[in-house]
């Protein structure tokens, strides 16, 4: 599994970005894929989680202003980020799994990760 993040950026607070992942070399359709953030001196979190069938999942720090939607004809998936706050500003991840999420219930995501991009949000 490879996958190609981009999107970040550095934007005001109550603005907006939106992320995109792109998935290589395994079958895109059968895998949960998820979000996750990382700030400096902090641990990676899980921000957002798609399943297969559509049914999402937010962390409660983004849930009502994040929306993570796929593409299965375009092997992507994205992460719209709206009323960005500074808090939000890391760098984020995406990530496969192949067991429909399982690894994200239990804390123990997947080894296939995107090389993370930059959201700056400023004050």
């Known amino acids: 599994v490879q996958l190609q993040a981009s999107g970040g950026g550095l934007v005001q607070a109550g603005g907006s970005l939106r992320l995109s992942c792109e998935q290589s070399?395994?079958?895109?359709?059968?895998?949960?894929m998820g979000w996750y953030r990382q700030a400096p001196g902090n641990e990676r979190e899980l921000v957002a989680v798609i399943f297969r069938d559509g049914n999402t999942k937010y962390a409660l720090s983004v849930k009502g202003r994040f929306t993570i939607s796929r593409d299965n004809a375009k092997n992507s998936v994205f992460l719209q980020m709206n009323s960005l706050k500074p808090e939000d500003t890391a760098v984020y991840y995406c990530?496969?799994?192949?067991?429909?999420?399982?690894?994200?219930?239990?804390?123990?995501?997947?080894?296939?990760w995107g090389q993370g991009t930059l959201v700056t949000v400023s004050s």
């Open positions: 070399g395994s079958l895109f359709s059968g895998n949960a």
């Open positions: 990530n496969a799994d192949p067991s429909n999420g399982q690894g994200y219930m239990v804390g123990y995501p997947y080894d296939y």
